[in-house]
């Protein structure tokens, strides 16, 4: 991809490698467990060529909640910052995770900083949440662009209707925004084959074919190597209990990661300080501002990585943190400072009342974000839960996952690795404006009230 040297095929090879990693989901709709402030996590892939990409992300807030990642295949001079940023919403028999936040993909290898992509991800639903057979949809639109090159690609991710359609549909156009031309046609079905059309000769080819697509399994360090704040070790035992049925135990250990969270939020209260993410730092954009067009992304990598090499590159990302197993890099100290030394970034509000498992908190949230605890140390035993097939049950999402280049992956090996790997990278947004300096509002698509309780996967294959 970073190698193709026309801007429009190469900005092709991005839309297809943005597409190739959505067929990668979970086996079923379940609720996901909420990632605590300054929770952390690290994985690496070794591709079939011998090379590797890096992945680094840390939930950097938690009302309204974010989840700042990295990733980086050096080799590949494949570079992605992103940030999720998702909020939820009641919707019938039906619930939404509105997947806002977006994701920078840069090639390192082409201009002096670098040539900027822009991603933004389609919303999340489930379906039949209170009866009928659960089901599992991508809908509305989402948004490829390159700002140097003036193209962009609006995906559309088709709900299937109450009276037609199929599920798991695409549609979408490349066009050129300077022009407003449309350059190619791309339909098919993101969990199976998608094709692309070329306007001017009519010629139709296949982008993509998810159906036999073979994943790279991420590769995450032992138990025994990680640190308290790391995902895996940090919800190990909620998810063991999980795993085992006993969901006494997975709710008191639950509450008492909770209850920690509250405790640190009062102290940081108290003493007149605010959280300060170990790995991220605030984007400094703005006009002028060395990082501007970053903006949304809010947190970036605390460190550089712009060594003139390969291998030093690769060693930069490597002392940040523990990222391969025997690692003995030592990840720094997070240190909250007071208000008034911090550079200016949107402020932790106030804290709110924890809502009980009974009276849910918001009207509008299905999905518990965390955004109804309470900061303070005392106990609050809630369990908030979903009906999955006659059970509630609770697993663990992941921080965040990137896109991955040639074989996106996300699905996990090792029990013992507790993260989500199924789920997309999120961020959000509409077609963009014509001029403008990025998208970052989102025009969705219009969702019938009314469900049909169909397996998301029934009349897939043509």
């Known amino acids: 991809m970073p190698e193709i040297d026309d801007p429009i095929q190469r900005f092709v090879a991005v839309v297809k490698f943005y597409l190739s990693g959505w067929h990668i989901r979970p086996p079923g709709v379940k609720k996901p467990l ?83 992509y822009v991603l933004t991800q389609p919303n999340m639903y489930a379906r039949g949440i209170l009866f009928g057979k659960m089901k599992y949809e991508l809908g509305d639109h989402s948004v490829v662009r390159c700002p140097e090159h003036g193209l962009v690609a609006d995906v559309e991710f088709k709900t299937k209707g109450y009276f037609g359609g199929t599920y798991n549909a695409i549609g979408g156009v490349i066009r050129n925004e300077k022009t407003e031309k449309v350059l190619y046609e791309l339909s098919g079905m993101w969990n199976g084959e998608m094709f692309i059309k070329d306007v001017m000769t009519g010629h139709r080819e296949l982008l993509f074919d998810a159906t036999n697509a073979k994943p790279t399994p991420p590769i995450v360090r032992p138990l025994e190597e990680q640190d308290e704040r790391e995902s895996p070790k940090l919800w190990h035992k909620v998810v063991t209990a999980l795993n085992q049925r006993n969901h006494d135990a997975a709710t008191d250990e639950k509450s008492r990661i909770e209850e920690m969270q509250r405790a640190e939020a009062a102290q940081r209260a108290e003493s007149g300080a605010e959280f300060r993410p170990r790995l991220f730092r605030p984007v400094k954009g703005g006009p002028g501002g060395p990082e501007e067009g970053f903006e949304d992304l809010d947190w970036i990598l605390d460190e550089a990585i712009d060594a003139p090499t390969i291998e030093g590159q690769t060693q930069q990302i490597l002392s940040i943190v523990p990222i391969v197993q025997g690692s003995q890099t030592q990840i720094k100290p997070r240190q909250d400072r007071p208000s008034n030394q911090l550079p200016a970034q949107p402020p932790e509000p106030s804290p709110v009342p924890a809502a009980s498992a009974t009276n849910g908190g918001h009207a509008g949230d299905l999905v518990d974000f965390g955004q109804n605890e309470a900061p303070a140390p005392v106990a609050n035993h809630e369990q908030h839960q979903m009906p999955v097939q006659g059970q509630f049950v609770e697993e663990p999402v992941g921080l965040a996952q990137p896109l991955q280049p040639s074989q996106p992956s996300f699905q996990q090996s090792n029990p013992s690795n507790l993260l989500d790997y199924n789920a997309g990278p999120p961020p959000s947004s509409a077609p963009p404006t014509k001029g403008g300096p990025l998208p970052v509002t989102r025009q969705d698509t219009g969702q019938s009230d009314v469900d049909e309780f169909v397996d998301a996967d029934d009349g897939l294959r043509r």
Request: proline content about 7%; overall charge neutral; charged content about 20%.
């Open 34 to 116: 909420n990632p605590i402030l300054g929770e952390y996590f690290t994985c690496y892939w070794e591709y079939p060529d011998h090379t590797r990409g890096y992945y680094i992300a840390e939930q950097t807030s938690h009302h309204p909640p974010k989840s700042s990642y990295f990733y980086m295949a050096p080799e590949h001079h494949i570079r992605i910052d992103g940030t999720l940023k998702p909020r939820s919403r009641f919707l019938g028999n039906s619930a939404a995770s509105l997947m806002e936040g977006i994701a920078i993909l840069t090639l390192l290898n082409r201009g002096t900083n670098g040539e900027k």
